[in-house]
């Protein structure tokens, strides 16, 4: 079975700085989709950034950026330029083929003004 | 609709009561997921339905809990004689499977069930 680890329960950073949170995983699998979500006090699960584990480039949006190892399983999200409004619980996610999400039990970022 | 939306926001009941929770997908999606939060964790998978029917039901905990979607939109997840432990936040998420592998889940904003 396919497991997230997130090894960080929280973590802070100085507004402006950059920041990487860590996610590994295991799976048998070659093909999957993996995930960082953001989850806001209001609950809502917003996607961050989607990496297919067939590219072997890393997915980037915006101040966003994904470092991903596909022989160390490993699927670190870095936050670049840190607003205030990016403090949140983040979730490194894991998808197989058979659809269904496999979450970490996530990092909460604190952003230092 | 412009995203997942899910009745009630709150819900509080006794033990041993029967609950209804509603997901409403975005328009048009095929797929719809339901999860289980609980309090300093990530969201665990219950089940997933294509259409109307459920395609996997395997993260359902026991026979208590119990999901349908009639029409291949509303679904609606049900727990039968609710028990403490199964206080957590619900979340629902729909995606729109694309030829080619699987598109992204949009999630709602939950609901916050609590078993007194």
Redesign the interface.
Known sequence: AQTVTQSQPEMSVQEAETVTLSCTYDTSESDYYLFWYKQPPSRQMILVIRQEAYKQQNATENRFSVNFQKAAKSFSLKISDSQLGDAAMYFCAYRSYDDKIIFGKGTRLHILP | GAGVSQTPSNKVTEKGKYVELRCDPISGHT?L?W?RQSL??????LI?FQGTGA??DS?LPNDRFFAVRPEGSVSTLKIQRTERGDSA?Y?C?S?S?AAG??D???????T?LTVL
């Open positions: 797929a997921y999860y300093g964790q990530g969201p665990e998978f997933y395609a996997d993260g936040v979340l998420a995606s499977l592998g699987p992204t889940q949009y999630f709602g904003p939950g916050r």
